[in-house]
């Protein structure tokens, strides 16, 4: 059993621009692009979900022009981190202080004083990750790096990350697809 992650196409967000909640633009062509790339390697009929924000129920859409066997569905569990206040802040621009203590208190301080802690964002991510396990069947998510590195996470039996060295830092492409099996 198979979960496929896709990562929405490049957003037309300026370099070092907070944003995980925010409906940031895409360029229709590098969503099409996207979608040229993965729609090939999927599965026939398998169930898709997407994240409800733009940059990729876009991409899903563009998908299912593709391969009219895929349909997707909007499930916000597979939304970005709400980053709170730091919403459209450029990250240099974010006081230090802040950031050091989110990531002193990594597991419990919401980012941006009113948006989600890591655990909070852990435990939805999980709740879908879970359905999927449970589900006995294989699935595409459109979804985020955030959500990519939380079902990375998942998938090694972590629910929690205390620290934020815990939390992973490999880069992932835009459009790119990262395989995980149960």
Known sequence: MKLLLIR??????????????????????????????????????????????????????AISLLRPDLRAMADPRLAEMDLG???GQPW??????????????????????????TRQF????????????????????VTHAGVIRAVRLLHAGVRVVERADQWPADPIAFGGLVAFEA
């Not at 597991?107 to 004083?113: D, I, Q, S, W, Y």
């Not at 435990?123 to 998510?141: C, E, F, L, N, P």
């Open 8 to 61: 929405h196409a490049k957003t037309l967000a300026a370099d070092g621009l907070c944003y995980g909640r925010t409906d940031v633009p895409v360029q229709p062509e590098l969503t099409h692009a996207a979608a040229a790339q993965v729609a090939a390697e999927l599965p026939p009929g398998v169930a898709m979900a997407c994240s409800p924000l733009k940059r990729c129920s876009e991409l899903a859409t």
């Open 85 to 87: 206040a730091w919403e």
């Open 92 to 117: 240099a621009e974010i006081e230090r202080a802040e950031l050091d203590a989110w990531t002193r208190g990594f597991a419990h301080v919401r980012a941006g004083a009113n948006g989600e802690s």
């Open 122 to 141: 852990m435990a939805r991510v999980s709740v879908a990750y879970d359905a999927w396990r449970d589900g006995g069947r294989d699935a595409v998510w």
